[in-house]
């Protein structure tokens, strides 16, 4: 529900809805949470909260760094589902969803796993490694639950791919818009238009886009063809730079970030 409404709003607003995404755990679970909770006052419609994990297959070099440094500095899963918990207690209206890969989550168990992240107040989950093929290991059972299961479209996939990808997805598609990893290049907004009008033919979901979004120009030239924008590595690299020589937080590391957050959220309106 709160997912749908966000694009609501927007889209009652004539705008993108935009998304952030950031790791738990990073660089610290104090300053994470402080960056968590001060991005709805800049202006993010939701929230993508990263689950850190030591082999990830999408996520680049930025957003791997940020995912070493809160293992190392001690975030487990069930962390993740505590700053949830205390984001959805700040926050009650803005969709926090969870993003990450499979494994933690079977170790964790999937029914307990699914059951906590409703009680913390999730509204969905990106699971990057897991195909349509294996919903039944985990998006049938947390769609069941109420938390949507989002899907990524990549360029390519195929007009025969697509319908099995879609076919249990809900809240939103998330179309990546380069190959390869995340933070590395971007697209343009020819090929982003073009995308997001297959989307649409097959998909009454809102159509969101990133992989390669860093910049509110970017942010604005998504915007004028997606529902949704989302920038991940620029944010991980801005938290990143603001650390000090042993990667711990400086004073300016929360401030530096939501300053960025406020910026991207300004081209929300193409």
Do not use: W
């Amino acid at each position: 529900m709160r997912i749908a409404a966000a694009f609501e709003r927007a889209k009652n607003e004539t705008r993108a809805a935009l998304g952030l995404f950031v790791t738990a755990g990073d660089p610290d679970p104090k300053t994470s949470l402080e960056i968590l909770l001060g991005l709805p006052d800049q202006g993010v419609d939701f929230v993508e909260l990263g689950m850190p994990f030591s082999d990830p297959m999408a996520d680049g070099p930025a957003i791997q760094a940020g995912s070493l440094r809160a293992l190392k500095g001690g975030t487990k899963l069930g962390d993740v589902l505590a700053m949830a918990r205390a984001f959805r207690d700040r926050h009650p209206e803005v969709p926090l969803i969870l993003m990450g890969y499979f494994n933690p989550i079977y170790i964790y168990g999937v029914e307990r796993f699914i059951t906590d992240a409703v009680n913390a107040g999730v509204d969905g989950m990106i699971m990057v490694d897991l195909p349509p093929e294996e919903d039944q290991e985990f998006c049938l059972k947390a769609r069941d639950a109420g938390l949507d299961f989002i899907r990524l479209i990549t360029p390519t996939t195929d007009d025969d791919r697509m319908p099995v990808v879609l076919a249990n997805s809900s809240g939103f598609v998330y179309y990546v818009s380069i190959t390869g990893i995340t933070g590395t290049r971007s697209a343009s907004g020819d090929s982003i238009g073009q995308a997001m009008a297959r989307i649409r033919d097959a998909s009454d979901l809102p159509a969101v886009v990133g992989f390669g979004i860093r910049t509110p120009e970017q942010v604005r030239e998504a915007a004028a063809h997606a529902d949704g924008v989302v920038v991940g590595s620029a944010i991980v690299d801005q938290l990143a730079a603001s650390l000090d020589d042993n990667g711990h937080a400086t004073a300016t590391t929360v401030s530096s970030v939501l300053e960025l957050a406020k910026s991207l959220g300004e081209g929300r309106r193409p």
